[in-house]
């Protein structure tokens, strides 16, 4: 397998207010990447494997009173 790297970001704003908003995403390249390969016991060739998470965005809101 070849080496990756994967790109995560986060960007936000706080306010005085007590209030926050950032914006995030991971594997911001979409990257297809596995996050566990393992060759299985004996002699059967067989690898098995775990896909990592796609492009994923979202928001995060939070406020303090």
Not at 39 to 57: E, I, K, M
Request: no cysteine.
């Amino acid at each position: 397998m070849d080496g990756y790297a994967l790109l995560d970001g986060r960007m936000g704003f706080r306010s005085d207010n007590g209030w926050d908003v950032f914006f995030w995403s991971k594997n911001l390249l979409d990257e297809e990447y596995f996050e566990l390969l393992a060759a299985q016991p004996g002699n059967s060739g067989l690898y098995v494997g775990q896909p990592g998470d796609p492009r994923t965005f979202g928001i995060t809101l939070r406020a303090s009173f």
